[in-house]
Nanobody
Framework: QVQLVESGGGLVQAGGSLRLSCAAS????????MGWFRQAPGKEREFVAA????????YYADSVKGRFTISGDNAKSTVYLQMNSLKPEDTAVYYC??????????????????WGQGTQVTVSS
């Protein structure tokens, strides 16, 4: 089993920044892919960004490209999501995910076996 704990959410004004962290513990693996998803009220969960530990490849949703940056610290088994130039439409619960189902694309939630409990991000206008 893998446990994921997110932190760093909060309330910020439009144009501001936040950094989310996701600490992984348990049977983690460098073969895992780590991702961030978000879910706004009344909407489906959507892909935000992903990173693969082995190749250090990163992937982003078009809506956050150029504003968000995903990174990882292998030694700490922690993944970060730096969010800049935040917009009110970024308001959502942000979830960290880990998985090894590489038959699915990074943006597909079926690629991930494990999920965190989520952290709220609220951007005021």
């Amino acid at each position: 089993q893998v446990q994921l704990v997110e932190s760093g959410g909060g309330l910020v004004q439009a144009g501001g920044s936040l950094r989310l962290s996701c600490a992984a513990s348990g049977r983690t693996s460098r073969s895992f892919r780590m991702g961030w998803f978000r879910q706004a009220p009344g909407k489906e969960r959507e892909f935000v960004a992903a990173i693969t530990w082995s190749a250090a490849s990163t992937y982003y949703a078009d809506s956050v490209k150029g504003r968000f940056t995903i990174s990882g610290d292998n030694a700490k088994s922690t993944v970060y999501l730096q969010m800049n130039s935040l917009k009110p439409e970024d308001t959502a619960v942000y979830y960290c995910a880990a998985g090894s189902r590489f038959s699915f694309m990074s943006y597909d939630n079926r690629a991930y076996n494990y999920w965190g409990q989520g952290t709220q991000v609220t951007v005021s206008s």
